[in-house]
């Protein structure tokens, strides 16, 4: 008895030393400016399955029949998929398991936004998706689970969780769902407030894990909750998925040397006859290879038309206006999340890395899977300003010249004088724009006129189409004192 006591304690902190380290808002970046985790791949994840189909060598086994099976000459296997976010991500995953004949467990999160649109609000199921929670149990051969995140629902969103329990069990039951489990969901709230969410079962909450010490009650604040608790028996629950009689556990959610554990780490590979083991896979965290390498939209900021994208030429052209700046932040999508592009061998980030665009620029996209890498040419279409501006005005040395580009106004400031003087102004526009005065074309950037008058110099942009009109007045200096 004690030595299966020890035994627990060490697998549950061998599975929440995973729990702990884990990202949780993990989507396929390690981090928002690092270089992608390319480990987590669908075809690595369908490899995996492929060794798995050896039956000499392994058993796989849904999660509620894990405990049942006893089988010395072969490796258990309990496949266990959390689905936080991403229910999509879980379908395309259940296919391939399916596909290949492995069994897994998928626990569906009733505090995620695909189940409960509003999680403060226990009637606001979102019931099309019990057809596609069906979908997993009937069509494809899946256990179907529940990813409890109890504790939760009592201190975060006000709700009754015996109650919600009972409730959302007798409604997935009525559906024609079997539920056989939960699996206690790692909240970012539980960090916070130091508990698991399988505390919320008595059975699970005889003695608190690490540093997850409120096992019957947190405080909020200036007020301390008391958990409402219920039994697994009280609800017709066989199992809670991390109290199973696992001797091995991986996770995708652990991370080694700062990326996330996958396949391709060999310790899995180490696993002996006789050993039981389960796998954590969050089937969100794993991406969908294509191979068609293409970008379905492109845009640079202040370009002026629609960019045009040419699948088979590989081509992007885009209108831009001539004379600006062309150190820019490219903004893009690809025909999926899981390509990467590059710049000779710059990573490109969408909307943060600044390339110089004043040249040809080449884009080079790769799959994750390293099998397809297409080179993409950046053609830009140089457009004619449409700025009619005063960039500048010169009026001679001693004298303050102000532009107000907002009413398109110059002053000039010149000194208090008895007679009126002679100013000579010296302007430059916009790049390709042209000035009249008085509807004559001004070759020489350069005005005459009286300080006691003032002139309307007409600017024309280069694009032909747009015109401003300058107001160009001299003041007097006030004179301080
Ligand atoms: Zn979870």
Redesign the pocket.
Same mark, same amino acid.
């Given at each position: 008895m004690l030595k299966n006591r020890i035994i627990r304690v060490i697998l549950q902190r061998l599975a929440f030393m995973v729990f702990l380290i884990s990202g949780m808002s993990f989507n396929g970046f390690s981090s928002e400016f690092c270089v992608p985790d390319t480990s987590l791949t669908f075809e690595k994840y369908e490899a995996f399955l492929r060794e798995l189909k050896d039956e000499t060598k392994y058993k796989v086994v849904p999660l509620h029949q894990f405990r049942q099976t006893v089988d010395t000459s072969r490796i258990i296997v309990g496949l266990k998929h %959390?689905v %936080?976010n991403n229910l999509q991500r879980s379908v395309d995953m259940a296919k391939v398991e399916y596909r290949l004949g492995i069994p897994a467990t998928y626990?569906f999160?009733h505090t995620s936004s695909y189940y409960f649109s509003n999680p403060n609000d226990a009637n606001s199921r979102i019931i099309p998706v019990y057809k596609t929670f069906l979908q997993f149990q009937n069509d494809w051969k899946h256990e179907v689970g529940f990813?409890s995140d109890l504790i939760t629902l009592q201190l975060i969103h006000k709700l009754d969780p015996v109650d919600f329990l009972h409730k959302e069990l007798d409604y997935m039951r009525q559906q024609g769902l079997r539920i056989y489990g939960s699996a206690a *969901?790692?909240s970012p709230y539980c960090k916070s407030y130091h508990y698991i969410n399988y505390y919320f079962f008595e059975d699970c909450s005889k003695e608190p894990f690490m540093h997850f010490v409120n096992l019957n009650s947190a405080a909020l604040g200036n007020e301390t909750i008391t958990y409402k608790k219920g039994r697994m028996l009280d609800f017709d629950l066989d199992y809670e998925a991390y109290f199973l009689d696992n001797n091995k556990y991986y996770s995708d959610a652990q991370f080694i040397g700062g990326r996330h554990w996958n396949f391709d780490q060999a310790d899995w590979r180490r696993l002996k006859t006789g050993d039981r083991v389960i796998f954590l896979v *969050?089937p969100e965290h794993w991406l969908k290879v294509n191979t068609m390498a293409e970008f379905v939209d492109f845009h640079l900021p202040g370009q002026t038309q629609n960019t045009e994208i040419d699948v088979f030429l590989r081509t992007i052209q885009i209108s831009y206006p001539k004379h600006k700046a062309m150190l820019l932040k490219p903004e893009f999508r690809l025909n999926d999340t899981v390509s990467d592009v590059f710049f000779g061998t710059q990573y490109v980030f969408s909307g943060f890395t600044e390339l110089d665009f004043s040249k040809n620029v080449e884009f080079v996209v790769k799959t994750r899977n390293g099998k397809t890498t297409k080179t993409w040419n950046l053609k830009i279409h140089f457009t004619p300003s449409n700025e009619a501006e005063i960039v500048e005005l010169h009026a001679g040395k001693r004298m303050k010249v102000f532009i107000d580009n907002k009413a398109r106004q110059v002053f000039v400031e010149t000194k208090a004088r008895r007679k009126p003087e002679m100013l000579r102004l010296n302007y430059s526009l916009s790049p390709g724009a042209l000035a009249f005065l008085e509807n004559k074309p001004q070759k020489e950037a350069r005005i005459k006129m009286k300080s006691d008058t003032s002139v309307i110099l007409s600017v024309l942009a280069e694009d032909g189409l747009t015109r401003n009109d300058w107001l160009i007045s001299a003041r007097e200096m006030k004179v301080r004192n």
């Open positions: %959390d %936080d626990y999160l990813h *969901h790692g *969050h």
